[in-house]
Structure formats: C-alpha cells, structure tokens
C-alpha cells in the first residue's frame, strides 16, 4: 500500500529544572550556591532520507515524543540532554503546520533535517545567581517546557520528468527501459500501483529523474480509476511525457481520444500542471496497428505545435533521439520547485500586552509572557516576593494597578496564580 500522506504529533521534551544546593564540604562551614543546571529536553527532528519512498511508516506510528532533559545535581552537576528523537521520511516530503497550513519545510535533499519540536531548554541552577550582594540565592529557574505541534507530512516526489498516459499505454515499460528502474510490467490495466523513480544516466554525473505513475483514466479527479491523486508526484517535474499507445490496445481504442483524456484530467487537477512543458511520445510503433494509426494520429498533432516522437518501449526504436531532445528540454526549465518555507504563525498578541480588570472584587492582570515569566520565577522560595514585586514592577503592572486605585490587601490574580497586594 502506498501512503503518501499523513499527520502526526510531535512533542519535544521539557527541560530539566535548574535546582536549589549549597556547598558542603569538610571544614567549611557554609558554602557557596552549588545547585546544577538542568538538561535540555530532546527536539523532534524530522530527517530525509533516499531509503524510504511511502510514508507507509506513518499509518499506525502517529505520536512522536521525545524525553525530557534530567534535572540538575549537586556540586553543580548538569542533568543529562535527551537525544532528539528522529523521524526518517522519503526526500521530496513537504511538512505543513495542521493548524494553518503553512508549509514549515520542503525536505528536497537526502540528510536534510528539520526540527519540529524544539527542545526545552534546561532551567539554571542557584549557582547561577549568585552576585555579590546576594551570595546565596535560594532560587534556581524551572526547565523550558517543550513544544506540541500536529504536522502534515505530504510527499511530493522530486523528479524532473513525470510520465502521463492511460494504463496499459507502457509507462513502466518505458521506464525500465531508458533508466535503471524495474517496475512491474504487465499486459493489463493498473499494473503500477506506487509512483516510481528511474534515473537516466546520460554522461558522468549527468542524469534526470524520471517518474512513472500509475495510470490515469477519464473521470479520475473524480476518483475512477485510482484516481487523480498521483499527479501530486509529477507536479513538480519541469518536463511531463504523455505517452499514448498508439496500437490502440486491444479494445482498438483511438490514441487522439486518449490523449484528450488524460490532457482534460491534467487540467482538472491543476491547470498550472496542465501548462507544463510537455512531450508527445507515441508508443509501440513496432505494432502493425500503430504504424496503421501513425500518420494520422501525427497529422493531427502536427498543427498544435507539440514535439510529437515515435517509439518502441519494447524494442529501443526511436529511443535515442527522444532522448536527446527530453534532455535538452529539460535543461531549458527552472530546476523542480521546492517550497519556501514560513515560519509557524505565531498566535496572536495584543497590541497592549497589558489589560486589568477588577472582576468580582479581584484585579485580573493579563499581559502576554507574563505567565511564561511567571514559570521561570521558583515563587516557593523566601524571596520570591521581592522578585514578584520587581517582575511586575518592570511590566508597569504595579503603576498601572495604583493608577487605577488598588489599595493594600486587594486581591490580585495573574492566571491562577493569586495573591494579595502589599505596596
Ligand atoms: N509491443 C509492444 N508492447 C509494449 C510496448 N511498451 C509496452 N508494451 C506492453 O504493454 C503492456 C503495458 O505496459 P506497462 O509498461 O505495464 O504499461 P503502464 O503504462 O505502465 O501501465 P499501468 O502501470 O497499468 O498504468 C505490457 O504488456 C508491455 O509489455 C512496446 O513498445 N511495444
Ligand atoms: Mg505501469
């Protein structure tokens, strides 16, 4: 079964506390702040690779989670950072953000990574914040929790040729025979079931990616046939090979109808693709029924200018030159699209970071980061109110709050957090 699409879950680890220690050793009496940082939590990193061509790996495996950075130790120990965890998927595969569909990356070489969860930074330990009027902080920074994101994962096949043509018409034979690719071949209808890719090599280090897809039949933007949704793998190729069979099979089909045909789902599934560079190759002229179908069917292409070559999949004929030409045309086209990554939107903030509201007798603080700022505060530890008074000081929450008149012993409440004003 191919699988050329999925979502999945990623959640990077939380980072480990910093933590609260002191000192102890023989003959002295009160040492210094010794409390280690906290490890990093793992990111979730997404890598290509060109062992893989499905997402098949995705169809039970949705939730990806990495571990959490370990707290830190005495004597200034570091807590140890968990390793990212990595999620291999084919090159070629476009990541979206499910929420707004914004492409996050394009994954279009072998090795290529992309983080899509950062890791929460570890918290710093008390020795940290020692300065030298505050020799003993007995505070120490709680880890950066991690991230949770949905992403799309939507493989887009990378080749510079992409086959078209009804089933049967010789795609895969075509394939095998021009590049070292062995599809299956078979003498009925939907014999390739999964995209493929061929590599035609030309001179050293000089080669295209070709790719063969399964067929395409009328109706199938409306999923007749297998449908329309393998044109996703040629949609980023720069030339396109519609090859018809120009024996008419054995139902003695007309080759012009065919091409009509599948030219009518080109355009229905994207008229951009259907305004691809494209290449005419009639196929199996070692047939007595196409060379009885040739002239005609090449008179009447003739006059809407397309480039219109006579082959043998099967026996090579006509091969070479088709080839010569499909490179040079080839060569004239920008190099496959790869899409521009965007940042994830970020969620909306206020123009005014700042709102306060009395509701039911409690001034209600909002501010956008406050409450990450809160976190970062250890508010257990003895001086924790005087870093709340200069936290909220900094904001302007203090000069805001005495504009509007709170007095001593109002209630105050920044999420859950609640306590009561003391100027
Ligand atoms: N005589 C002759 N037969 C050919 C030629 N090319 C392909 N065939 C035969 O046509 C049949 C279909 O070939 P495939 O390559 O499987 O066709 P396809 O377009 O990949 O078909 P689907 O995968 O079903 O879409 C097979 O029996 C091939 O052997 C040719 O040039 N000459
Ligand atoms: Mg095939």
Known sequence: M?????????????????????????????????????????????????????????????????????????????????????????????????????????????????????????????????????????FAEPGKPGEEHEVDLELKLLADVGLVGLPNAGKSTLISTVAAARPKIADYPFTTLEPNLGVIQFGPGETLVMADIPGLVEGAAEGIGLGHDFLRHVERCRVLVHLLDLSGGLEGRDPLEDFRVINQELARYSPELAARPMLVVLNKIDLPDAQANRERVEAALAPKDYEVFAISAATREGIDPFLSILRQRVSEQPPPQIFTPQPRPQPEVPKDPLTIAKENGVWQVRHAGLQTQLERLNLDTPDAVVRLHKLLDDLGVIVRLREMGVADGDGVAIGDFEFDFVD
């Open 2 to 138: 191919f699988i050329d699409r999925a979502k999945i879950f990623v959640k990077s680890g939380d980072g480990g506390n910093g933590v609260v220690m002191w000192r102890r050793e023989k003959f002295v009496a009160a040492g210094g702040p010794a409390g280690g940082d906290g490890g990093g939590g793992g990111s979730v990193v997404i890598v290509a690779t060109n062992d893989l061509n499905t997402l098949l790996d995705f169809r039970f495996n949705r939730r990806f989670i990495a571990q959490p950075g370990d707290h830190g130790g005495p004597k200034n120990m570091h807590g140890k950072t968990s390793p990212d965890l990595e999620i291999r998927v084919p090159v070629g595969t476009v990541i979206k953000d499910t929420a707004s569909g914004t492409v996050l990356a394009d994954l279009h070489e072998d090795g290529q990574r992309f983080v899509a969860a950062k890791g929460g930074r570890g918290g710093r330990g008390n020795s940290h914040f020692a300065t030298p009027t505050r020799k003993a902080p007995d």
